[in-house]
């Protein structure tokens, strides 16, 4: 094999592994933004952007905006208060809410 052929193959497996290690790079790098743009998110109000406050009524954690007052509930957290045997239940809990709302 002469030395020319060699430094071709060289120069190919090179440029193959360096493209292989800026995919990987590449790759490492939005799966960091992605996951900084989520930690950026956690407990922010989805309207406004302020800071939730997480209230318990009645043993359910109901996350709620102290600046344009809109209460949000976590995945399962609906199906909790629907499950109550107190049928009156969901409207205590949400009774206690907008009871507390008017008190500001």
Not at 1 to 9: A, G, I, L, P, V
Request: hydrophobic residues 30%; glycine residues 6%; charged residues 40%.
């Amino acid at each position: 094999m002469s030395t020319e052929k060699r430094s071709q193959n060289e120069d190919e497996y090179f440029a193959r592994r360096d493209a292989e290690l800026v995919k990987e790079q590449r790759a490492a790098q939005e799966k960091a933004a992605r996951a900084a743009e989520r930690k950026s998110h956690y407990l922010k109000c989805p309207k406004c952007g302020a800071d939730l406050d997480t209230i318990d009524r009645h043993g359910v954690q109901i996350d709620q905006c102290p600046e344009c007052q809109r209460l949000w509930l976590d995945a399962g957290e609906f199906d909790t208060l629907n499950k109550k045997a107190d049928p009156g239940f969901v409207g205590r809990v949400f009774g206690d809410l907008f009871a507390k709302r008017k008190t500001k």
